[in-house]
């Protein structure tokens, strides 16, 4: 109805994705989709902050990562299964791409893992302006399998320094962070410790014996209660802080000849991972 009253059927779609949907909203569906919307809001808020510790940059970016993409992707995006936002498989590689160039968290590594971002997108449209996105088809279910695998071990050893509570200084790298870590396991704080493994275990118990039951809020709201009887002076369990209320102004990525040449093999590496990953978690919705 909407192509037909625009007198064009099928070419604004195509420039605008959301005219397909926008019709069928009504009263019901209105309802799930805020329930479901605030669902999602509160999921997202820690886990936001959490892939953007994980690559290496500033919580309130984990944030911004997860509010823009998703309002774009919902007007602009043509799949309606596909979730955009951070990822943890894509935060580390992020991490691992940038880390060598910059010291985590200051202000070379935002703007070169900005800038890494932006080549990014721009490798995955030309990959959508050549109509390569079919080469995903050729990718085995195998595959997609052994990389998540393989990155979920990589995040579980980068982040057992923080579980631990200690501040090391490492090469990022999956040796050298183990390494370390087994090299100062005698320095590690209780405090951090229990409420790490008391957030781990309250989410596998509920998910298991009560399935219906939001298990990661649970052990979210468990694990904070835990700290604050703990720590209550925040001198040994390390908080998150304020964030910032508002988005970061509007600056220009360094693209620089060095940058581009440093970043390009990773930028080329996340578009790929990025495009599998995408297709196969929208693969696995639709087919339910």
């Not at 209660?225 to 209550?232: C, K, N, S, T």
């Not at 693209?255 to 440093?262: E, G, K, P, R």
């Amino acid at each position: 109805m909407a192509n037909q009253a625009l007198g064009k059927p099928g070419i604004w779609v195509r420039l605008l994705p959301f005219l397909q949907w926008t019709p069928l909203v009504n009263g019901a569906s209105l309802r799930a989709d805020a329930q479901a919307g605030l669902t999602n809001a509160i999921i997202v808020l820690p886990q936001g902050v959490a892939y953007a510790l994980i690559a290496g940059l500033p919580p309130e970016y984990g944030l911004y990562a997860a509010i823009v993409p998703a309002i774009i992707a919902a007007l602009f995006g043509s799949s309606w299964h596909l979730i955009s936002g951070p990822t943890a498989a894509m935060s580390i590689v992020v991490f691992t791409s940038v880390s060598p160039l910059a010291e985590p968290g200051t202000a070379e590594f935002i703007a070169l893992a900005l800038t890494l971002t932006l080549m990014k997108g721009v490798f995955q449209l030309v990959l959508a302006s050549a109509r390569l996105g079919v080469l995903v088809n050729f990718v085995s279910h195998s595959v997609v399998i052994g990389f998540t695998a393989g990155a979920a071990v990589v995040i579980v050893v980068s982040q057992l320094q923080n579980l631990l509570g200690l501040s090391l200084h490492t090469k990022g790298t999956f040796t050298d962070n183990g390494w370390q870590v087994l090299s100062h396991l005698s320095s590690a704080d209780p405090y951090s410790l229990s409420v790490g493994l008391t957030t781990l275990v309250s989410c596998m118990v509920i998910k298991k014996f009560l399935p219906r039951w939001p298990n990661m809020l649970i052990a979210l709201a468990l694990a904070s209660g835990l700290a604050f009887i703990f720590d209550p002076e925040q001198q040994h369990i390390a908080m998150v802080g304020a964030i910032p209320a508002s988005l970061p102004p509007l600056s220009m990525p360094d693209l620089s000849f060095s940058n581009i040449s440093a970043l390009s093999s990773g930028a080329l590496a996340i578009s790929l991972l990025g495009l599998v990953e995408a297709s196969s978690i929208a693969r696995a919705i639709a087919s339910r």
